[in-house]
C-alpha cells in the first residue's frame, strides 16, 4: 500500500492578523506529529512567520503570468522568495468571485511548478449538481482539464476536494461521501499515470473541525484537509494537526 504523508493545510482566506500569526507559529511548534503542516495566510504575513520546522508556508493564490504590467498581482518566483513552497489554485471562492477557469487553473498550476512551488488544486461540486447526482461528472470534467492537458502535474500536486456546499457552511460531507469522491479522483486520475495516481495526495476541505476529522482521516483516500474557519483558531487547528495521524 502506498505510504502518503497526511498534509494539513490551513486556508486563512482575507483574515489573521499579527498576533494570530504569533499565537499560531508558538502553538505548531509545540506540537509532534509526523503530518506536514501548512499555513496559508494573507501573503503580507508570509514574512513574519518565524522559520521553522513544525510548519510549511504557502500563498492562497498566484498569477498566471511570470512578472510584469499586472497590477495588484504576485508571481510564483515572489511567493517562493518570501517563503511559500505551497500554493491554493482554484478555490471555490476564486472560481465564482474572480473568475477563476479550468484554463486559469491550469496556468497557474505551472507557474507555480515552474517556481517549484506545490500547486494545491481545488475541486468541488455545488449543492445543485450534487442533487442532480453530477457530482463525479462534473469532478471528471475538472480533473480533466487540469491533468489530461499536463500529466506530469499528478507529480508535483496535491488535490482538494471541496464540495462547495460544504465550504463555509459548517456542513460537512460526511466521511462515506467524501471518500467515495476521493475514491473516484484516484480512480479516474490512474489513466493518466498509474503511479502517481497512488502517491497523490487528495485532501478534503469543507467545515472541518475538531470534532468530524478523525472520521474523515480514519478514510484510506483522505490524506488531510484544507481548513477555513478552524484554521484560525490556535488549539483548534493545533488539534486538527495531531488527529491527523496515519
Ligand atoms: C476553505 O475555504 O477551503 C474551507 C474548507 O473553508 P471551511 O473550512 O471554513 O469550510
Known sequence: MTQRRPLIAANWKMNGSCELVQGMSAALSQITTTNEILICPPVIFLSSFPK?????LGAQNVSNELQGA???????????????????????????LYGDNDAMVLAKALRAVAANLTPIICFGETLAERQQEKT?????????????????????????????????????????????????IRQHVMKFNVV??????????????????????AKPDIDGALVGGASLKTAEFSAICLTAQD
Open 136 to 184: 463525479f461528472e462534473v469532478i471528471a470534467q475538472h480533473l480533466d482539464a487540469v491533468y489530461a492537458a499536463h500529466p506530469e502535474l499528478l507529480a508535483t500536486s496535491v488535490i482538494a476536494y471541496e464540495p462547495i456546499w460544504a465550504i463555509g457552511t459548517g456542513e460537512t460531507a460526511t466521511p462515506e461521501q467524501a471518500q467515495a469522491v476521493h475514491e473516484f
Open 196 to 217: 502517481a495516481a497512488q502517491q497523490i495526495r487528495i485532501i478534503y476541505g469543507g467545515s472541518v473541525n475538531a470534532e468530524n476529522c478523525t472520521a474523515l482521516f
Open 52 to 56: 521553522s520546522d513544525a510548519y510549511q
Open 70 to 96: 499586472f497590477t495588484g498581482e504576485i508571481s510564483a518566483d515572489m511567493l517562493r522568495d518570501a517563503g511559500a513552497r505551497y500554493v491554493i489554485v482554484g478555490h471555490s471562492e476564486r472560481r465564482a
